[in-house]
């Protein structure tokens, strides 16, 4: 039915009902229907990498914006930062993209939603072609002449009617069937070049917005800058209001250290961390404030320098740290070298090229932006070779360094007294029911390797929770299978999980907050005194 076989038609509730109503549009391998009720264009962008590896696709229908505009919880900017992405992964994937306009307004958007519909759609007319891809408008084939939706094409819910679909539905086939359209086949590579290009692939994601250069830390989010829409505060993290010194009368004081999942969530309402102070609050702590200190990218040893070197001070009840699978994936991306932040190694060879004084010439290159990346990309190959990169040893190199972050989060937690709940983050290899979105998500060589290595996480934390050092201050939680049996769609790539799932995860955390602040609460005269009969 389509040129470009297939093609994948990713979208929201729009999509996904399209599917149902025309199911013979929809069969592979020429076409795919990925759209997923009551998902966000955030929550699309994040398995955009994954529905196109899985299918194979050389052509990408693009139909995003409807619930946020029902739900009124996203601005223009946020929208058009993540088709951007979207565009780009497909772009650098060799994807023929055709991207549609948000249809005219409903009954049910928000105030305001009218507004940031057209002017979305104004972008994406206006710049769909720097990406290389195709605008198909359909706002003009469902709008009336006042403004909104044609009655006719409009459902009861909000979105478009049986009637609605029939009037796009030929401008959709003629746009995906015009002449002249072919696949975008890549250019034929050396082993290095594709490499190189895998490279790049990454490399978009060096984003100081979100990894601004810290001391100790190696970085943090920009403060004032947005992550989906959402500011960091003033220190850097993802707070309606940054952390102060003084420490309200009855606050019970828990942080939550983590990378990007720890952040997710699109609102802060959604994050983990919010969750969290929701649950304790409802579960008898009235007065419980939870701080989010998620990081993007942080790996273990950033998170005990983090708390080591800043948090200490803020006099927390109880601290939360989410850790085990940043470490293992992003060595085999970027810096590595075992124990390293992810991009350490960029920033040891920007500093070199331009302040070595054996070289001062350096200082005067001009190093443009292609320099740059040959630059990073060449220190990364060297740094490869030098660890044995893949190797049985080096594997063992990236976990062993891992559990030593974790033996000092432990004495950490002992020498300062404040309880310290480590968890192993969930990952998708550990879910038992796959469902067809979250399949295909890594090359199988990959989720070998990170199998492998999450299975030596999982005996390090049988091993603490045995053990258990420091048992009235630190407590090990392997929370890999808390998905294990869960049937519906969860995980959006390797390790970030959806709405639902972080509920699941925040009552599982809240339970062992709770049961920690117990633990660390000092003993009472009537205790004292059996616990001096038992000995005697």
């Given at each position: 039915?389509?040129?470009?076989?297939?093609?994948?038609?990713?979208?929201?509730?729009?999509?996904?009902?399209?599917?149902?109503?025309?199911?013979?549009?929809?069969?592979?391998?020429?076409?795919?229907?990925?759209?997923?009720?009551?998902?966000?264009v955030h929550d699309m962008r994040l398995r955009i990498r994954s529905d196109i590896t899985a299918s194979g696709a050389k052509g990408l229908h693009l139909l995003v914006g409807f619930n946020e505009l029902v739900r009124g919880d996203a601005s223009v900017e946020a929208i058009v930062r993540e088709i951007a992405a979207m565009l780009t992964e497909a772009r650098d994937r060799y994807v023929r993209v055709f991207v549609g306009a948000i249809p005219p307004s409903r009954p049910r958007w928000q105030p305001g939603a009218e507004f940031i519909a057209t002017t979305v759609d104004a972008w994406l007319r206006d710049h769909a072609r720097d990406f290389g891809?195709?605008?198909?408008?359909?706002?003009?084939?469902?709008?009336?002449?006042?403004?909104?939706?044609?009655?006719?094409?409009?459902?009861?819910?909000?979105?478009?009617?049986?009637?609605?679909?029939?009037?796009?539905?030929?401008?959709?086939?003629?746009?995906l069937t015009a002449p002249g359209l072919e696949p975008i086949y890549p250019p034929d590579e050396t082993p290095d070049q594709e490499r190189r290009r895998k490279f790049l692939l990454h490399f978009g994601h060096l984003d100081s917005n979100t990894r601004l250069p810290r001391p100790f830390t190696q970085f943090a989010g920009k403060p004032g800058a947005t992550h989906y829409g959402v500011p960091f505060d003033a220190l850097g993290f993802l707070n309606a209001t940054a952390i102060t010194h003084e420490k309200p009368r009855g606050e019970t004081r828990v942080f939550v250290v983590g990378d990007s999942t720890t952040i997710d969530g699109g609102a802060l309402a959604k994050t983990l961390p919010a969750r969290l102070e929701q649950?304790?609050?409802?579960?008898?702590?009235?007065?419980?404030?939870?701080?989010?200190?998620?990081?993007?990218s942080s790996c273990a040893t950033q998170m005990v320098h983090l708390?080591?070197?800043?948090?200490?001070?803020?006099?927390?009840?109880?601290?939360?740290?989410?850790?085990?699978?940043?470490?293992?994936?992003?060595?085999?991306?970027?810096?590595?070298?075992?124990?390293?932040?992810?991009n350490a190694y960029i920033v040891e060879r920007l500093y070199d090229h331009f302040f070595d004084t054996h070289v001062p010439g350096a200082r005067e290159?001009?190093?443009?932006?292609?320099?740059?990346?040959t630059l990073i990309y060449e220190e990364r190959e060297r740094l490869r070779a030098q660890t044995g990169w893949q190797s049985p040893a080096w594997e063992e190199a990236v976990v062993h360094y891992y559990q030593r972050a974790l033996h000092r989060l432990a004495k950490l937690s002992h020498d300062h007294a404040i309880p310290i709940i480590a968890g192993l983050q969930p990952a998708i290899i550990r879910k038992n029911h796959l469902a067809e979105t979250e399949?295909?998500?890594?090359?199988?060589?990959?989720?070998?390797?990170?199998?492998?290595q999450y299975g030596r996480l999982e005996a390090f934390y049988a091993l603490l929770a045995e053990r258990r050092p420091f048992r009235r201050t630190f407590t090990a939680v392997d929370l890999g299978s808390i998905f294990l049996d869960r049937e519906a769609a969860t995980f959006n790539?390797?390790?970030?999980?959806?709405?639902?799932?972080?509920?699941?995860?925040?009552?599982?955390?809240?339970?062992?907050?709770?049961?920690?602040l117990v633990r660390a609460r000092p003993p009472s005269l009537?205790?004292?005194?059996?616990?001096?009969?038992?000995?005697?």
């Open positions: 039915m389509y040129p470009l076989c297939p093609t994948i038609f990713v979208g929201d509730d729009i999509t996904a009902r399209w599917a149902v109503l025309r199911p013979e549009l929809f069969q592979e391998p020429t076409g795919l229907a990925r759209g997923i009720a009551g998902q966000g891809a195709h605008f198909i408008d359909y706002y003009g084939t469902l709008s009336s002449e006042t403004g909104g939706v044609q009655e006719a094409f409009a459902a009861g819910d909000g979105g478009l009617s049986a009637a609605g679909y029939a009037a796009i539905e030929p401008v959709m086939l003629s746009a649950i304790l609050r409802n579960d008898g702590l009235p007065d419980a404030k939870v701080y989010n200190f998620g990081v993007m708390i080591w070197s800043q948090l200490i001070d803020y006099r927390p009840d109880a601290i939360v740290v989410l850790s085990g699978c940043t470490d293992q994936f992003q060595a085999w991306t970027y810096d590595p070298r075992p124990g390293h932040p992810y290159d001009g190093l443009s932006y292609e320099g740059l990346v399949r295909g998500i890594a090359s199988a060589e990959f989720l070998a390797y990170f199998d492998r790539d390797i390790v970030h999980y959806d709405d639902a799932g972080r509920q699941i995860v925040a009552e599982r955390i809240a339970r062992e907050v709770s049961a920690a009537r205790d004292r005194a059996l616990r001096l009969l038992r000995r005697g």
